[in-house]
């Protein structure tokens, strides 16, 4: 008996260390960032390109070329996520296409974001001859963000309730009606979860930037020139010789801490919304 109190115990000691350890890491890397950004922070930080080898001017041009990218890339691999999820879910079902593709996106997942990049790199801009450019930034992080996505739709559509669509289908509805006015709606929470994790995934992402979009003091002007990014902002200006040029790192980094606070704070505000309009 004392020894079961002493395991549990000891469990508790464990789970609690590790909790203490996680928000103790996420409140230094928080606080660094922030008073690092907050102390260099100025309006024209945010409302100028770079000039003079970044000893001068903002960083406006990581900061649209981030929001291009991740947008971009986002909106392309939602038009195939979406697709992809419901046929595995309510097509494919347990046969074997559906399963081989269960398992080609879970593989893709776990793949590093540097091969994306190489990736990228071979086919987009060699291949298909984009060059250095926004539109093969776009694309490679497109291929990245998908596998998150359709497993992460999948994963919402899965969890609709199988008497809804019963429910639906003894009303008359064909299996597409039911789809787009059943399934789909019951799922919109998850849907936007997903698609809100994977634009966070993709702007952050430094690899494949680097090989497909590199970075470029300019704002982008059209599809097919090179893009700036701030994971790239603060990989390239915190190795600079000079203030100024640090000074844009640690803005970049704060922008990039507050854009994916936002995201959870906005996927919180969202789920409890929706949640209770939500049959389970």
Sequence with gaps: MNWRK?????????????????????LVIIVTVVAKGISSLSLSMLI???????????????????LYLASGATLIAFTLALP???????????SKFANYLRLSLDLLSGVPSVVFGF?????????????????????????????????????ALSMVPSELREASYALGATKFE?????????ALPGIITAVLISFARGISEAAPVLFTAQFSDFIPYS???????????????????????????????????VIVLTINVTLRALSKRFMKYIVR
Excluded: D
């Design 48 to 66: 100028e390109p770079p000039r003079n080898a970044a000893r001068e001017g903002g960083i406006l041009n990581a900061i649209l070329g981030s």
């Design 84 to 94: 992809t999820a419901i046929y595995v879910n309510e097509y494919g079902g347990r």
């Design 223 to 257: 599809l097919f020139a090179p893009s700036a990014s701030l994971p790239l902002a603060v990989y390239f200006y915190i190795s600079y010789p000079y203030e100024s040029a640090r000074a844009k790192a640690y803005v970049a980094s704060l922008i990039l801490i």
């Design 119 to 155: 990736f990228g790199f071979i086919l987009f801009v060699l291949w298909l001859s984009m060059g250095i450019s926004l539109l093969a930034g776009m694309l490679t992080l497109a291929v990245l963000e998908l596998p998150l996505m359709a497993r992460s739709i999948e994963l």
């Design 6 to 26: 002493f395991e549990e115990e000891l469990f508790k000691a464990l789970m609690a260390t590790t909790m203490v350890f996680i928000i103790g890491v996420l």
């Design 178 to 186: 039911t789809i787009l006015n059943v399934v789909l709606h019951q």
